[in-house]
């Protein structure tokens, strides 16, 4: 299974970007996709979450301002921020979840992608 993510960049406060993970290989089922970010100095930390039955949860400091999706044909997670604030720079990572045909469970992590956002 690979992770490929994209869509981070720079932006003004107020601004928004989407960033994307899509998950490919032979993959039999997903059971979990989430967004983390990590800031320099800081632990990795949950942003956003969709379990396989489409429930979403969120952290309290992202609420109200994102919002993760997921296409299911595609195997691929979305995170659309808007109100970026300079606190949500970081590089943000895509985590999936799930089995596949060869290997079983799998539990992998996206490359990381920066996202910065300026006053």
């Known amino acids: 299974v690979q992770l490929q993510a994209s869509g981070g960049g720079s932006v003004q406060a107020g601004g928004s970007l989407r960033l994307s993970c899509a998950a490919s290989?032979?993959?039999?089922?997903?059971?979990?996709m989430g967004w983390y970010r990590q800031a320099p100095g800081n632990s990795r930390e949950l942003v956003a979450d969709?379990?396989?039955?489409?429930?979403?949860n969120y952290a309290d400091s992202v609420k109200g301002r994102f919002t993760t999706s997921r296409d299911i044909a595609k195997n691929t997670v979305y995170l659309q921020m808007t109100s970026l604030k300079p606190e949500d720079t970081a590089i943000y990572f895509c985590?999936?979840?799930?089995?596949?045909?060869?290997?079983?469970?799998?539990?992998?992590w996206g490359q990381g992608t920066q996202v910065t956002v300026s006053s």
């Open positions: 985590n999936v979840r799930g089995k596949t045909l060869q290997f079983g469970d799998f539990n992998f």
């Open positions: 969709i379990i396989s039955g489409g429930s979403t």
């Open positions: 290989g032979t993959i039999l089922s997903i059971t979990y």
